[in-house]
């Protein structure tokens, strides 16, 4: 049963980077010599690098960031459990639970390593978004609703997290 949960994070996930590695790509086609690499607060380039610089940091990025929660997965079932900070942590890791509460923690950190992914993909469709238009700028509330998606889907990512820990009501 903990692998078939973990199908569907772990399937998403790997569909991601295919994209995430085919969106690069496709990218340096459409991206100029010189990419902006920073916007300042109205949305105009403030700071430069070269195609292949850019790219490799929107790569780096895209690799390392969802890498994180994925590794912090793994590592969580090596940690002692008084290094765990949940709510009810006696219940939650009490040897009958522990193997499905760090399933649980697992699948939701994949998830978490999903959003961060589409997050690194949104910003790097924003620069390429900036240099189609002149001067090269974001468009306008662009950032601000890719930025506010995330932390939507990151809050209702946390509250289905602190949902999951309360304490059991039938004990």
């Not at 990419?35 to 610089?53: C, I, M, N, P």
């Not at 002149?134 to 468009?139: A, G, H, N």
Request: glycine share 4%; with cysteine.
């Amino acid at each position: 049963m903990v692998m078939n949960s973990m199908k569907a994070p772990v399937a998403v996930l790997v569909s991601l980077c295919a994209v995430f590695a085919a969106f690069l790509a496709w990218s340096a086609t459409q991206l100029p010599d010189h990419v902006a690499t920073h916007f300042g607060l109205g949305g105009y380039a403030d700071k430069w690098s070269t195609r292949e610089s850019a790219l490799y940091l929107m790569g780096c990025l895209g690799l390392l960031l969802p890498l994180v929660p994925a590794a912090m997965s793994v590592v969580l079932r090596f940690l002692p459990v008084d290094f765990i900070n949940i709510p009810h942590r006696e219940y939650w890791l009490a040897p009958a639970r522990r193997e499905a509460t760090y399933a649980f923690f697992s699948r939701y950190l994949l998830w978490l390593s999903c959003m961060l992914l589409c997050f690194v993909m949104g910003m790097h469709w924003l620069t390429i978004q900036a240099h189609h238009r002149f001067p090269v700028r974001l468009p306008p509330g662009a950032f601000i609703g890719i930025l506010a998606a995330f932390l939507v889907a990151v809050s209702l990512w946390a509250v289905v997290l602190i949902h999951h820990f309360r304490f059991p009501r039938s004990i």
